[in-house]
């Protein structure tokens, strides 16, 4: 009787301590909900916005390489997509290990890896004498490049409060075009005056100084409370309340009744449940839509335009950073209405009008390079839109003990896409000419805004309330 006596009260124990541990895990997240955006955020954004503009320098350099190395090694078309599908393999292969890596040992340590690969072997594709080895080192790159995008998306959302959340996010997210415009303008500039190495010298040498920075950063409180680490997470977030003294009232109930599921352990199974199956497969189908169409523009623009419209190497590379200026154009219209418009609507107006300017150049009886340089520019900047509200809206739809793996395989979808595209784009360019090329853009565009009509709307919903 008396060891019946002790396991019930051992149980009511472990029941108590349990009940208090969600009662402090729920008090957390109100306290980092009641705290504006302050100066602690935006060093956060800045040193993580940091990684993610040299993840898109790395990601888009060998696009300004490649018309000269061309040329200079005799690569053929079939070749070229070849050289920049493995950076996609790559990624792949990154986004998957890392995403699972940061639900194990954080947020912090599985971005700091991934940045340190993506910088080191930078400096092995500037060293590379010959295709095969250029191939390689991009496709080890691609895992660092992949990784690093999905764990830094996940821990910026994971700070930001609900009211604003998708502002806060996207001017982080804005980084990444401007990576790429970066990338457009050296490029252009840099390769004819100094050669294709210095591209990845320009991608290597700031990013080793990146990875000491961002390993400096403190961890996601949300992550450190789903283990259990709730002392630790209270300590970063009174750094946060030390940076700013102004409140905003939040309802004191609201995350309590989804806490609790805060510290059960996530799984890959699990994105595939009947809670969150419909989410996965419209997710999915929305990054690998997007980025077909996107980064098949991006990597290809420069030698189409030399080798298709004839333009000289410095008017090629000049034409296709342009993409990367309205891309940075249409995200900053959307920083600051995406959480008027919200992610959906925003997403299936993107994917109409971007896919119609693709599907209007596939049509046109004759091709003028003006009318590829208009029409292909705005409709990339457009559906470059979708690519940063995707780096917003996934995180947000899964709950903290599978973010990071629901982002990660998401943006897995992103790399096939990317690997498939110029690959395909070279095949067709071959067979069919260009106008195939817009029309294929075209068609999968279609396929996306139909999958966009299916999305959750978060629009200032806090991530605890999207996902229990």
């Known amino acids: ?23 402090d895990a729920a008090s957390l997240l109100i306290r980092m909900e009641q705290v504006p955006f302050s100066r602690w955020h935006r060093n956060a954004r800045l040193v993580m916005g940091s990684a993610t503009f040299f ?9 300004f390489a490649l018309p000269t190395l061309i040329r200079l090694w005799h690569i053929s ?7 920049i599908s493995a950076s996609y393999v790559g990624q792949l292969a990154g986004a998957l290990f890392f995403s699972a890596l940061a639900e194990k040992v954080g947020r912090i340590r599985g971005t700091t890896a991934a940045i340190a690969i993506m910088s080191i072997m930078s400096f092995g594709c500037a060293l590379a004498g010959n295709f095969r ?28 409060r609900a009211h604003g959340r998708g502002r806060f996010f996207l001017l982080y997210e804005m980084i990444f075009p401007l990576g790429l415009l970066a990338t457009g303008q050296a490029g252009a500039w840099l390769v004819p005056a100094f050669g294709w190495k210095f591209i990845f010298l320009l991608g290597g040498i700031p990013g080793l100084l990146i990875t000491f920075l961002v390993a400096r950063l403190p961890e996601s409180p949300r992550w450190l409370i789903s283990k259990g680490r709730l002392s630790e997470a209270e300590a970063i977030v009174e750094q946060i309340e030390a940076s700013t003294e102004r409140r905003v009232s939040v309802a004191a109930t609201s995350p309590a009744a989804s806490t609790a599921s805060l510290t059960q352990r996530g799984s890959w199974n699990e994105l595939l449940s009947k809670m969150y199956r419909g989410r996965t497969l419209i997710v999915w189908t929305l990054w690998a839509c997007a980025y077909f169409i996107a980064n ?11 080798s298709v419209y004839h333009l000289n190497l410095r008017q090629s590379l000049h034409a296709a950073s342009m993409t990367n200026v309205a891309q940075v154009a249409v995200l900053l219209v959307c920083a600051f209405s995406i959480d008027r418009i919200g992610r959906r ?34 409709g990339y900047g457009i ?10 809206y996934t995180p947000e739809i899964y709950p903290t003990r599978m973010r990071a793996i629901g982002t990660g395989l998401a943006t897995s979808w992103l790399r096939i896409a990317s690997a498939l595209g110029p690959w395909l784009v070279g095949l067709i360019v071959d067979a069919k ?25 978060t629009s200032d919903r806090r991530l605890e309330e999207i996902a229990p």
Not at 55 to 63: G, H, M, Q, T, W
């Open 383 to 392: 559906i470059g839109s979708i690519n940063a509200v995707l780096y917003l």
């Open 433 to 457: 000419g260009i106008h195939s090329v817009f029309l294929m853009f075209a068609g999968v565009s279609v396929v996306g805004a139909f999958a966009a009509t299916c999305m959750v709307e």
């Open 55 to 63: 993840d898109a320098f790395n990601a888009l350099s060998l696009a």
């Open 77 to 83: 078309p079939q070749q070229s997509g070849l050289l």
């Open 296 to 306: 098949s523009l991006n990597n290809w623009m420069p030698s189409l335009y030399n």
């Open 345 to 378: 609507n925003w997403t299936v107006a993107a994917f109409i009008l971007g896919g119609g300017m693709l599907a209007f150049l596939g049509l046109m009886s004759e091709q003028k390079v003006w009318g590829v340089m208009i029409l292909g520019t705005l």
């Open 133 to 160: 080895v250029l191939l390689a080192c991009r496709l080890v790159q691609g895992i660092g490049v992949g990784g690093e995008m999905p764990v830094a998306a996940t821990y910026i959302n994971e700070l930001s």
């Open 1 to 23: 009787m008396k060891y019946v006596d002790g396991s019930v009260g051992s149980e009511e124990h472990e029941r108590e301590r349990s009940g208090r541990s969600v009662a």
